[in-house]
C-alpha cells in the first residue's frame, strides 16, 4: 500500500520545486492588477473581523466575511488550479473544481445561515484561530523566502490554494453555528492531499497543512472536553 501510495503521488508531480516556484512566479506576474484587489478585499475581512462597524450587525459581518472567503475559493479553483496548475498536474483541473464547490459552499452558508457570529477572540478558541489566521496571511507567505524564491514567488491570501487553506482554518474555527463542521470538510482534504504534494517536493508547507489540521483537531478535543 505505502509503495502504492508512493507511485500515485510521484506520478502526480512530475516536476521538482524549482518548476513550482516558475508557476507561482508566473501566475503572480500575469495577475499582477489582481493583488490589489486582493489586498482590498484581506483588509476589509480583518476590519469585519476585528474593528465591526455599527452600521453591521454581528450577523452581517460573519456572513460577509465568508463571502469574501468564498470568492477566494473560487478564484483560486477557477483560475490557479484550472488554468495555470494544470500545466504541471493533470489532477489540477478536479483540484480546481474543489475549490469552486467549496467556494459556493462557503458562499450558499453566507446567504441562508439564519444566525452566525464569531466565539470572543479572546478565548483559547480564539487565540487559536488568530494564531493560523496570522499563519495564513503573514507567516507561511513569508516562509517561502527560506526555500530559496523570490518575492513574486511567494504565495498570498486569496490568490492561492495554501494560504486560501490557512486562513479559511481560522476563520472556520472561529464561527459559532454548526455550519462550520461542514464547510471544513474540503478543507481538510486539500490539506492533506497539499501536505503530501509538498512531501515530494520537500516544500515547508507540509508544516503549515499538518500543523493547521493538529490545531483544529486539536480546538474539536477542548470543545468535547469542556461539554
Known amino acids: 500500500m505505502s509503495q ?15 518548476s513550482w516556484f516558475y508557476l507561482v512566479g508566473d501566475y503572480n506576474q500575469a495577475i499582477w492588477l489582481a493583488y490589489p484587489v486582493a489586498l482590498l478585499l484581506t483588509l476589509a475581512m480583518l476590519v469585519l473581523l476585528f474593528r465591526p462597524t ?15 472567503l468564498g470568492a477566494g475559493w473560487v478564484w483560486t479553483g477557477a483560475v490557479f488550479h484550472t488554468q495555470y496548475f494544470a500545466d504541471l498536474n493533470w489532477a489540477a483541473p478536479w483540484f480546481g473544481w474543489s475549490f469552486v464547490a467549496q467556494g459556493c459552499l462557503l458562499l450558499l452558508a453566507a446567504i441562508l445561515m439564519k444566525s452566525a457570529s464569531w466565539v470572543p477572540l479572546s478565548s483559547l478558541r480564539g487565540r487559536l484561530a488568530q494564531f493560523l489566521l496570522l499563519l495564513g ?91
Do not use: C
Request: hydrophobic content about 60%; cysteine-free.
Open 137 to 227: 496571511l503573514v507567516i507561511y507567505p513569508l516562509s517561502g523566502l527560506l526555500e530559496g524564491r523570490t518575492f513574486m514567488q511567494l504565495e498570498w491570501f486569496p490568490l492561492l490554494p495554501a494560504p486560501v487553506t490557512l486562513v479559511s482554518f481560522a476563520l472556520l474555527m472561529l464561527l459559532t453555528t454548526r455550519w462550520r463542521h461542514a464547510l471544513v470538510v474540503i478543507p481538510i482534504l486539500w490539506g492533506v492531499v497539499s501536505a503530501a504534494f509538498a512531501t515530494t517536493l520537500g516544500l515547508l508547507e507540509f508544516y503549515f497543512m499538518t500543523g493547521a489540521i493538529a490545531l483544529w483537531v486539536m480546538h474539536l478535543l477542548v470543545n468535547v472536553l469542556h461539554r
Open 54 to 68: 455599527k452600521r453591521l450587525s454581528d450577523h452581517q459581518s460573519v456572513r460577509l466575511v465568508l463571502a469574501l
Open 4 to 18: 502504492l501510495l508512493q507511485f500515485s503521488l510521484l506520478d502526480m508531480t512530475p516536476y521538482d520545486r524549482q
